[in-house]
Every structure is written in structure tokens, then in C-alpha cells.
């Protein structure tokens, strides 16, 4: 499934570079995490607390169009959450996931167009988030106890000011965190992203 979202994410984008505007988004940005179910980890003898923290993100995507626009991108991304045990004998430890994730949105301009000097945006999209590593945790999960691929489906809103941008989004994920957990909690979290927007082609040349 990993392998074939890529390619056809691929082969999206080379059948509308060819004749649509593109900007190229460099950003860095905040998330927040936190679980659809908290506890998560629940069994006979043991459950987690968790209780969301800031991370971040860095990386880039192209948006392709002017109103009405599509925009797949490319981030580093690190949730992070603290958890708490309910088991006495077990200490709270800080739980740092790190993602490669790949959000494809859609969105429209209400206000202005990618040429304005300023506007405003709304948009929606699904992600896919590849595990890269966790952080040594005293619980010992591991990567291989992370679902590999996950994917969410996030809604946001952006401003545009020249050529500086901010977007912000919530996304609601749709694959369990963990391969073992009965409870199959997901994932939810908050972006922000601050960037500059540089145009590669224009729709008009």
C-alpha cells in the first residue's frame, strides 16, 4: 500500500506540473499530539495516561494551481506525547515518535489567488506517515510495535502575505498508533506551519 501511494502520488504530480502554476513551500511548523482513547495500552494488570506535547515538523511541498489547487509535501515530523503508567512499579516516561509524512491536500483560495499579494484558504487532505524511529522509552516501545504505514485525513486554513505563508490544520487519524494495543487507539494532532512561498512556474508563460 506504501509503495503504491507513492507512485500514484507521483505520477499525479507530473500529469499536472506540465501545465498548471507551482510554488515550491519550504516550512517549519509545531505539532500536538494526542490519542482518540486515553488510557491507551489498557490489559488486566496495566494501562498508559498519556497527555499531549509540543514537537515539530520541517520539510516542503509544491502547490500546483491557483484557486483551486492541489499540494502534496514531504516532512520530518516528531510527536510527542507524555505518558503516565497506572502501574506503580513503572515510571512516566515521554514518548517521541518520528514520521516521514507525506499529506496531500486540496484546497481553494477564497480570498485572493497564489499571485495575490495576500489571501486567505481552506483545505482538506489524507497523509500517510511512515515511523522512522522512537525515542528509548523505560515502556520499550520499539518501531516495531508502531502500525507502519499509518494515515490520517486532516482539515486547515492558510494566509498568504507575500511571500510568507501560515497554515494550520488538524488532523484525525485513521490507523491504530500500535500493532498490539485492544484499545487501537489513534493518533490526532495539530500542525502549524510558517514558510515562504517561491514560484517555479507560472500558468500565464
Known amino acids: 500500500m506504501k509503495k503504491a ?7 499525479f ?11 515550491l513551500k519550504p516550512a517549519v511548523g509545531l505539532t500536538i499530539a494526542s490519542f482518540d ?19 515539530y515538523q520541517f520539510g516542503a511541498s509544491l502547490a500546483i494551481g ?5 499540494e502534496p509535501g514531504v516532512f520530518y ?20 515518535a518520528s514520521f516521514v509524512r507525506i499529506p496531500v491536500n486540496f484546497g481553494f483560495q477564497f480570498i485572493g489567488s497564489t499571485t495575490s499579494f ?4 481552506i483545505f482538506i487532505g489524507p497523509s500517510m506517515l511512515i515511523p522512522v524511529s522512537i525515542k528509548e522509552n523505560d515502556y520499550t516501545i520499539v518501531k516495531a510495535d508502531v502500525k507502519n504505514p499509518q494515515f490520517d485525513i486532516s482539515v486547515g486554513a492558510g494566509i498568504n502575505v507575500w511571500f510568507i505563508f501560515l497554515d494550520v490544520s488538524y488532523g484525525w487519524g485513521l490507523t491504530p498508533q500500535y500493532v498490539d494495543d485492544p484499545i487501537e487507539a489513534k493518533m490526532q494532532s495539530f500542525y502549524a ?9 507560472s500558468d500565464e508563460e
Open 66 to 70: 491557483r484557486k483551486l489547487y492541489v
Open 77 to 96: 515530523t516528531k510527536l510527542t506525547q507524555d505518558m503516565s503508567p497506572t502501574n506503580v512499579e513503572k515510571s512516566e516516561f515521554t514518548y517521541s
Open 13 to 23: 504530480v507530473l500529469t499536472l506540473t506540465g501545465f498548471a502554476q507551482l510554488e
Open 118 to 121: 495576500a489571501g486567505l484558504k
Open 5 to 11: 501511494f507513492i507512485l500514484t502520488l507521483c505520477l
Open 193 to 201: 506551519n510558517l514558510g515562504f512561498r517561491f514560484k517555479l512556474k
Open 37 to 55: 482513547s486515553n488510557p491507551v495500552f489498557e490489559t488486566y494488570e496495566d494501562s498508559v495516561v498519556t497527555n499531549g506535547k509540543a514537537g
